[in-house]
């Protein structure tokens, strides 16, 4: 067994650059050999056995300097992405780490030097401590040891004076240590794509989604697989949403307005539009749960709808039992078991089916009294039904207070996720600090609902905090859902007021929430 602590440097992996490096050299004796063919006539025989001797030698050599090239624990940083924050610069730093070996590296560190004064705002599947101008990083419980030939990743936000890059690092494992590969820093350029040379073990974020980035014939517009066909039924290992594979993966998708109140956006035309538009694999049907707030029975019809015409678009939905009015999940738990009791006999055997049971719990609803034991109830009536479908728990305050509920989460069940929702104008820094805390005890998050302006879903848009949030999701896999699909005078509206279209909706018709939302990946 290894016990590893990692020193980062600036680069790519290092098994990349030696693979570089060896074919430049194989290049530099083919131009050798071709200047020597051209002799070749004139020579004898004895010449020309003394020379294919002289290239066996060479092959020899070169077999055995790529024999010997050491397997190693690799560590490479990215720049993902940088603004500016009470005159400093935040940067947020993404971090592989790559164990070559054949031996499980367990107790890794990685070490990296940083700028005096540095100031570390957020960190994610990772414990970080900071003495000096050392910031030294440890595995969490579900990643402090490497499979070997396998990998892990972690990231943080660092706020500096000046333009922050990795330049010293190193990781150890037991007594071993990795000096930083010359090229383990990579700055990431605005609309830069990764090249093949230069791909991490990870999927890049398109695949993830499920997102094909190829263009149409005279359309200039993105094209979108099917993604349930591409990565079938998803899963939860760890804090992470997986697909069947058992592959990272992300959810991008936008949540209806209550469906009592804007009905006329569920067609499989409107869907098909939207996902041509955005880019998105999945839809969210929101069904108020307070009669107050438009629920009737009847639109249950009205879901079922919404499932089947986004399941013919290749698409994930996620049914969504949206308590608001109602604060505490109790006050309709009745109708709550019946509704998902008759969705789970109907979509049983379907791999793109997603049960949200109670979207904002609030009011002084508790966890431990209320919305844990309402949780329980629901998620034990869904089992008898459907045995691994992805259930999303809310959680107190909206969806805010994670990291209470990771303190005592619910057991004995698996593929249970928990909501946190976000309104970047209004939530910042202290939500995404609770998000951190409740990943960093091992609770699955799933941002089933969000938008860039205040909490009221209204008022003014604050991009930089929606970009710092939509950073912070990425790095950790968390799925993101925007909030919402309707013509709504309101700024959380991802169409204009002045849009009448239920479909076929283009980039003229969008909101600035929604422009937002369409650009990000």
């Not at 490479?76 to 054949?102: A, H, P």
């Not at 955005?278 to 107050?292: C, E, M, T, W």
């Not at 719990?361 to 459907?386: F, H, M, Q, T």
Request: hydrophobic letters at 35%; glycine letters at 6%.
């Amino acid at each position: 067994m290894l016990g590893i602590v990692v020193v980062v440097g600036v680069a790519f992996f290092a098994g990349k650059s030696a693979g570089i490096k060896e074919k430049g050299k194989n290049v530099t004796k083919e131009e050798k050999r071709g200047v020597e063919k051209e002799g070749e006539a004139g020579t004898t025989e004895q010449e020309k056995q003394k020379e294919s001797m002289s290239m066996a030698e060479e092959q020899n050599t070169e077999t055995q300097e790529q024999t010997e090239v050491p397997k190693e624990v690799v560590i490479s940083y990215k720049c993902s992405n940088t603004w500016e924050q009470e005159n400093m610069i935040c940067t947020q730093i993404d971090v592989t780490i790559v164990n070559e070996t054949k031996e499980e590296a367990k107790d890794w560190k990685a070490v990296l030097t940083i700028p005096e004064k540095s100031k570390i705002l957020q960190s994610w599947n990772a414990e970080l401590t900071v003495s000096g101008t050392t910031l030294t990083a440890k595995g969490v419980e579900y990643n402090n040891s490497i499979p070997a030939e396998s990998n892990i990743t972690y990231g943080f936000i660092i706020q500096t004076r000046e333009t922050f890059v990795p330049i010293k690092s190193m990781v150890k494992v037991g007594d071993k240590q990795y000096e930083m590969a010359p090229q383990g820093f990579h700055k990431q350029e605005a609309g830069e794509k990764t090249t093949e040379e230069h791909k991490t073990i990870e999927e890049t974020t398109e695949s993830q989604m499920g997102i094909e980035q190829t263009t149409e014939a005279g359309e200039g517009v993105m094209a979108v697989s099917n993604p349930i066909k591409a990565h079938g039924k998803l899963s939860v290992k760890g804090t992470t949403l997986t697909d069947a594979k058992g592959k990272p993966f992300r959810l991008k998708g936008i949540s209806t307005h209550g469906i009592a109140w804007f009905p006329q956006y569920i067609s499989r035309e409107s869907f098909a539009s939207l996902k041509k538009l955005f880019g998105i694999n999945a839809v969210r049907l929101a069904l108020y749960s307070d009669p107050n707030a438009g629920y009737t029975k009847e639109l249950h019809k009205k879901v079922r709808d919404g499932v089947e015409v986004a399941t013919k678009e290749g698409m994930y939905v996620i049914i969504d039992w949206h308590i608001l009015s109602d604060g505490n999940p109790n006050i309709y738990k009745e109708q709550a078991k019946e509704f998902f009791k008759e969705m789970a006999q109907a979509y049983k055997n379907q791999d793109n089916i997603i049960y949200e049971i109670c979207n904002e719990p609030n009011g002084g609803a508790a966890w431990e009294n209320d919305i844990k034991p309402y949780a329980v109830e629901l998620i034990s009536i869904i089992r008898k039904i459907d045995k691994d479908a992805v259930i999303i728990v809310g959680t107190p305050n909206w969806s805010q207070d994670v990291d209470i509920v990771a303190q005592s989460p619910i057991t004995g069940e698996k593929n249970i996720m928990y909501a946190l929702h976000f309104y970047a104008a209004t939530h910042k820094e202290d939500l995404r600090s609770k998000g951190e805390a409740a990943l960093k005890k091992g609770l699955p998050l799933f941002v089933s609902e969000f938008s860039i302006c205040e909490a009221s879903g209204n008022g003014n848009l604050d991009y930089n905090s929606a970009d710092a949030w939509a950073a912070f999701c990425k790095s950790n896999n968390i799925s993101m859902m925007a909030w919402n699909l309707s013509n709504k005078a309101e700024a959380s509206s991802l169409l204009k007021p002045s849009c009448s279209k239920v479909n076929s909706y283009q980039e003229s018709d969008l909101s600035d929430a929604g422009l937002w939302f369409k650009n990000l990946r």
